[in-house]
């Protein structure tokens, strides 16, 4: 399978533990994005990479998240002291860059973080 | 404030039949709009795509159309069949926008045999 890869798919915790979530983008694709989706919204940015740099971040990310995409290939998101309102959707979505004005963004299947 | 609205939370079609899903935008920076389908328990996938240069672009039972003037895009499948019962959102970028897709809130399709 050559599509965009994400573990787990799909994390309990408790409120105020740590969390990380992994993305394996399409191997050809130098674009990594995060979303977070809620339950009847559309997908909402979160933050994304071009290679290994961290390009653009929301305001929806607090600083108890982080990303990183540390060799330009797969990416984490971390998210700390986890919250009830994190309980959500996790997508992440890649595309390459530079073949044209525009590429579409294809993504993995999410993981989805229930917090207790 | 919504960028990208569906106004449409649902739409029921007989199998056969067009289905017509529309959405709006309000942000002139957009320049290339997509939609994607979605099944439960599985990301988006996407289905079509238009750059703000055409007017019109079809993929086998799938076109979409953009109106520029005004702010509005719509996609039409046809003939629709059950395995097409998913919720689609409608998605706009552009170099402006950071690259960055805003979604609409989505619309669910259910195709009657």
């Known amino acids: 399978d050559t599509g965009v890869s994400q573990n787990p798919r799909h994390k309990i915790t408790k409120r105020g533990q740590n969390v990380t979530f992994r993305c394996d983008p399409i191997?050809?694709?130098?674009?990594l994005y995060w979303y977070r989706q809620t339950l009847g919204q559309g997908p909402e940015f979160l933050t994304y990479?071009?290679?290994?740099?961290?390009?653009?971040k929301s305001r929806l990310l607090s600083d108890r998240f982080s990303a990183e995409r540390p060799k330009g290939s797969f990416s984490t998101l971390e998210i700390q002291r986890t919250e009830q309102g994190d309980s959500a959707m996790y997508l992440c979505?890649?595309?390459?860059?530079?073949?044209?004005?525009?590429?579409?963004?294809?993504f993995g299947d999410g993981t989805r973080l229930s917090i207790l | 404030d919504q960028q990208v609205k569906q106004n449409s939370p649902s739409l029921s079609v007989q199998e056969g039949r067009i289905s017509i899903l529309n959405c709006d935008y309000t942000?002139?920076?957009?320049?290339?709009f997509l939609w994607y389908k979605k099944y439960p328990a599985e990301g988006p996938t996407f289905l079509i795509s238009?750059?703000?240069?055409?007017d019109k672009n079809e993929d086998g039972r799938f076109t979409v159309f953009l109106n520029k003037s005004a702010k509005h895009l719509s996609l039409h499948i046809v003939p629709s069949q059950p395995g097409d019962s998913a919720v689609y959102f409608c998605?706009?970028?552009?170099?402006?926008?950071?690259?960055?897709?805003?979604f609409g809130g989505g619309t669910r399709v259910l195709v009657k045999p």
């Open positions: 942000n002139s920076m957009f320049d290339y």
């Open positions: 979505a890649s595309s390459l860059a530079g073949q044209g004005p525009h590429q579409p963004q294809h």
């Open positions: 238009i750059s703000s240069i055409k």
């Open positions: 990479f071009q290679n290994e740099a961290q390009l653009e």
């Open positions: 998605a706009a970028t552009g170099v402006a926008a950071g690259n960055k897709l805003t």
């Open positions: 191997s050809e694709h130098n674009r």
